[in-house]
T-cell receptor, first 115, second 115 residues
Framework: AQSVAQPEDQVNVAEGNPLTVKCTYSVSGNPYLFWYVQYPNRGLQFLLK??????LVKGSYGFEAEFNKSQTSFHLKKPSALVSDSALYFCAVRQGYSSASKIIFGSGTRLSIRP | EPEVTQTPSHQVTQMGQEVILRCVPI?????FYWYRQILGQKVEFLVSFYNNEISEKSEIFDDQFSVERPDGSNFTLKIRSTKLEDSAMYFC?????????????FGPGTRLTVL
């Protein structure tokens, strides 16, 4: 069965420092990996995805993620954190190319950026 | 950018009552989904819907749940007889076509509170 793990409930970073939010996955076949962000009282917003190709994918708001097949990881990164990046971040995996396939979410990591 | 909308934003109901959560997916999208997030827990897939029928459903989506696309714009989730454990945030999502590279577009959610 496919699954996603986010080992950290919370990540605290000072503004201007680099940030990493960790994610590992387990899926048979080719993974389709996503990061979503949830701001308070808002829905889930798409940040970026990995389908195939370059292992380093760039997304919205300066975020990027590195796909590592050997470590089955898809960590979210940003070179310089902003206070406005504070939110709940979800890693997710979709098994299969079809949009009918469900998305499996991780438990979420709360990112807190201090000024 | 077009958005998925959901109404109401918050629904309070008594145990045993029926509720209908409403969603308006993005207009040219073909695939529709419901997810839920119990407070403090991960986002869980409930059901996917395509071509006027259910494509996939999770074990959570039992006989108490049903989905419908009554017209060209709305997508509804009905819970026939609510239980306390149905209290959660319910997210609707839509996707434009098979193999969408943007993943799914999520609405802001409806918070359901069952008393």
């Amino acid at each position: 069965a496919q699954s996603v793990a986010q080992p950290e409930d919370q990540v605290n970073v000072a503004e201007g420092n680099p940030l990493t939010v960790k994610c590992t996955y387990s899926v048979s076949g080719n993974p389709y990996l996503f990061w979503y962000v949830q701001y308070p009282n808002r829905g889930l917003q798409f940040l970026l995805k990995y389908i195939t190709g370059d292992n380093l994918v760039k997304g919205s708001y300066g975020f990027e993620a590195e796909f590592n097949k050997s470590q089955t990881s898809f960590h979210l990164k940003k070179p310089s954190a902003l206070v406005s990046d504070s939110a709940l971040y979800f890693c997710a995996v979709r098994q299969g190319y079809s949009s009918a396939s469900k998305i499996i979410f991780g438990s979420g990591t709360r990112l807190s950026i201090r000024p | 950018e077009p958005e998925v909308t959901q109404t109401p934003s918050h629904q309070v109901t008594q145990m045993g009552q029926e509720v209908i959560l409403r969603c308006v997916p993005i207009s040219n999208h073909l695939y529709f989904y419901w997810y839920r997030q119990i407070l403090g827990q991960k986002v869980e897939f409930l059901v996917s819907f395509y071509n006027n029928e259910i494509s996939e459903k999770s074990e959570i989506f039992d006989d108490q749940f049903s989905v419908e696309r009554p017209d060209g714009s709305n997508f509804t989730l009905k819970i026939r007889s609510t239980k306390l454990e149905d209290s959660a945030m319910y997210f609707c999502a839509s996707s434009p076509q098979s193999g969408s590279f943007r993943g799914q577009f999520f609405g802001p959610g409806t918070r359901l509170t069952v008393l």
